[in-house]
């Protein structure tokens, strides 16, 4: 069973600055990819960025030039660094890890942590 604690939401004014941690637990392959997603209220869930074991990165148009996403594969830990933030950021961000073994894909998701930007 995969494990994915978040952490590091909170309020901050627009303009501001979060920095979101995700730490992996369990057992899963190695090959994977790490991102985030959020859900405003009302919304459906959506990808902020991913980023795959080797590096690969991918940004939804809304975020690019504001939010940077990393990890550490030696600590199976993925972030989220969030600038310029807007009222409309505001939302449940989750972690979510995902990998293949064979055709079979398998999804693991965080409980989520709460940011609140205020204008």
């Not at 992996?24 to 959506?46: I, L, Y």
Request: aromatic residues 12%.
């Amino acid at each position: 069973q995969v494990q994915l604690v978040e952490s590091g939401g909170g309020l901050v004014q627009a303009g501001g600055s979060l920095r979101l941690s995700c730490a992996a637990s369990g057992t899963f392959s190695s090959a994977n990819v790490m991102g985030w997603h959020r859900q405003a209220p009302g919304k459906q869930r959506e990808l902020v960025a991913t980023i795959t074991s080797s590096g690969t990165t991918h940004y939804a148009d809304f975020v690019k030039g504001r939010f940077t996403i990393s990890r550490d594969n030696a600590k199976n830990e993925v972030f989220l660094q969030m600038n310029s933030l807007k009222p409309d950021d505001t939302g449940v961000y989750y972690c979510n890890v995902f990998y293949y073994r064979s055709t079979r894909r398998y999804d693991y998701w965080g409980q989520g942590t709460q940011v609140t930007v205020s204008s």
